[in-house]
């Protein structure tokens, strides 16, 4: 019995041996994996990043005297400088002599620059910078429609810090996209990024999703925003202080833009403002949409500009191509010191239209009166533009023209009005307020699509 008991005992410590010989032996395998340097200078990554855009990629760290030894995973190295990525050495076998250590690197940066990464192993110790990019890589350019416009908003997106994005993008709600305003934004606040907070290259990121919503009109679309941006800047520099500026603009996001759902761009300042709604990746509104100036005309690096005449004209065109008979139709007896559907007087338009219906004009008056449209619609992309312009043409014979004050539109409290059944136009003369002289409000409107016809 007690050499049964004594050979258990035996077999028991041989086993007790064996196992902490292994376990000891791969202890000493991790541990004992040496080499002689880590050649930061030739490490490799398999792509650059983006700020705020998901990374998952690896990183190739080349080393001399290896020992042959196997190695393990280790626990993950997170980045400095630009911080959000680790980086996890994947296991493997040291060459005996020159080779290479790989690591996995995921993450999302967030900012741009230079990620770090500080890497001991084989008793060395060295550090790997990964390239963080400011502007996302995605390319545009060969995407069209509202599929380049989503393109250039994640573009944005990809610029921006988590925080900034948070400013940016918020819900679609009726509140937030009816924040808009005539007066410049420190008295009255908006929603979004403001210019002057966004850096160079976020700017320009920006301005190609105002480009991208905009038409190629001259003088219109795009073309006439940038004037209004100097316009604003021409304020700021000849009395109209810090308040007004290029600088004070703001640019948001209502809802996602993305190829289903619903979503607004809204960029919007003291004398401009764009609000375009989408769904499911079609334009369903292009209204409101505000444009103002002040002064009418002014002088800027030896360019003059005049933003808002060609809208003048063609209203004073419209009306002086009426008869006399027709203009006292048209004319009415009230006094518009302002317009009357502006900021903050939503979906209140007259129940009764009032004025000349445009079903008696002649042909050549028609055509005044669609240009005179054509002025707003041209602010638009020009697919959308001809779109809308072909529905408001559609409906001419039931809209109609309002004036008030002069036909040349030039004196303050002037004041025209198309109104169709979607069309909504105001244009009114005002006392300026920072200059001497008038300066001009606008508005378009949609009866029905306002808003893209959300109401609450």
């Given amino acids: 019995m007690n050499k049964k008991k004594l050979i258990l005992f035996g077999a028991i410590a041989l086993l007790m ?18 080499v002689t340097s880590l050649t930061s200078g030739s490490a490799t990554f398999s792509s650059t990043a983006t700020i705020n855009a998901i990374y998952s990629g690896t990183a190739t760290l080349p080393y001399t ?67 963080v990019n400011s502007i996302a890589t995605a390319d545009c350019s060969s995407a069209t429609g509202t599929a380049k416009l989503i393109c250039l908003c994640d573009a944005f997106k990809a610029t921006l810090t988590s925080s900034q994005i948070a400013i940016l993008q918020l819900a679609y709600t009726y509140s937030n996209i009816k924040t808009w305003s005539n007066l410049p934004a420190a008295m009255s606040a908006r929603l979004g990024l403001k210019f002057s907070t966004l850096s160079a290259a976020q700017l320009v990121a920006a301005k ?20 209004l941006w100097l316009a604003d800047d021409y304020l700021a520099a000849n009395g109209g202080n810090s308040d007004y500026g290029s600088g004070n603009y703001y640019l948001a996001f209502f809802g996602t833009p993305a190829t289903t759902g619903t979503f607004e761009i809204m960029m919007t300042g003291h004398h401009k403002t764009v609000a375009n709604t989408y769904k499911d990746a079609t334009l369903i509104a292009a209204t409101p949409h505000f444009a103002a100036i002040e002064p009418l005309s002014f002088t800027t690096n030896g360019t003059t500009y005049a933003p808002i005449n060609q809208e003048k004209a063609a209203f004073a065109a419209m009306l002086t191509g009426l008869s006399t008979t027709q203009l006292a139709t048209a004319k009415s007896s009230s006094t518009f010191s302002d317009l009357l559907l502006g900021p903050n007087a939503n979906w209140s338009f007259p129940t009764t239209k009032s004025g000349l219906i445009c079903s008696g004009l002649t042909t050549s008056q028609k055509t005044l009166v669609i240009n005179a449209i054509k002025t707003y619609t ?62 001009h409000h606008s508005v378009w409107r949609d009866r029905v699509n306002d808003y893209g016809t959300t109401k609450n």
């Fill in 378 to 439: 041209d602010d638009i992309d020009d697919a959308n533009a001809a779109i809308i312009l072909a529905t408001y043409t559609s409906e001419l014979d039931n809209t109609y023209i309002l004036y008030s004050g002069t036909t040349a539109l030039d004196t303050k409290n002037d004041y025209v009005r198309i109104d169709g059944p979607h069309v909504w136009i105001e244009f009114s003369v005002q006392n300026g307020v920072i200059m001497s002289g008038v300066h």
């Fill in 17 to 34: 041996t064996i196992v902490f010989a292994c376990s000891n032996n791969d202890d000493s395998t991790s541990s004992s994996a040496t």
């Fill in 208 to 227: 190609a999703i105002i480009k991208e919503m905009s038409g190629t009109t001259v003088n219109e679309g795009y073309d006439e925003i940038q004037q």
């Fill in 65 to 131: 005297g290896g020992n042959g030894t196997t190695y393990v995973s280790e626990t993950a190295i997170t980045s400095t400088v630009v911080t959000g990525l680790t980086a996890t050495l994947v296991a493997g076998t040291l060459a005996n002599g020159a080779g290479a250590l790989t690591y996995t690197i995921t993450g999302t940066p967030t900012s741009s620059g230079i990620a770090s990464f500080v890497i001991t192993f084989g008793g060395q110790t060295a550090t790997i910078t990964l390239t």
